[in-house]
């Protein structure tokens, strides 16, 4: 569980300061999430706060202002300890369900390749067993066949 005022390594994108982004560290309060950087200062208010997972790039957390869509800042996904943040949370749970489902579709390829392997193992074990009774059969000379058949 995340700590009160706990900072977060984070980067701000905004237009007006170019294409290089500015490095600081973000913190919740109880209103809004506030990020510093070295020359500049960003408060969001916690009720416009809107946040995403980029789970195609390095695995990070995207936050944006609902009234100002050009304002985007980055971090690492350890934000997302910050469950007291109804947007964190939610984003928080859905990260886990999806966890969840993958984890539990993985168990089940598993479970499914155990079974097929099982199944190969047993069908090569029967083919071979049939090769080597046929084997010994056909070394057996007929005057033993005819003797045990009497």
Avoid: C
Avoid at 19 to 38: C, H, K
Avoid at 49 to 69: F, K, T, W
Avoid at 111 to 139: D, K, P, Q, Y
């Amino acid at each position: 569980m995340a700590k009160p005022y706990q900072r977060y390594h984070a980067h701000a994108f905004h237009p007006d300061n170019g294409p290089e982004p500015i490095q600081g560290e973000i913190f919740f309060t109880t209103r809004a999430l506030s990020f510093r950087g070295a020359e500049k200062v960003i408060e969001i208010p916690i009720d416009r706060l809107e946040a995403e997972y980029d789970g195609a790039g390095e695995g990070r957390v995207i936050l944006r202002d609902g009234a100002q869509p050009d304002l985007t800042l980055t971090s690492d996904a350890s934000v997302l300890e910050v469950r007291s943040v109804p947007v964190i949370a939610a984003l928080a749970q859905q990260l886990e369900a999806q966890l969840t489902r993958r984890e539990f579709a993985r168990r089940g390829k598993m479970v499914l390749i155990f079974f097929i392997g099982f199944a190969l193992v047993l069908w090569v074990g029967m083919l071979l067993l049939g090769a080597m009774v046929r084997s010994i059969v056909a070394r057996v000379p007929p005057e033993v066949e005819k003797e045990l058949g009497n």
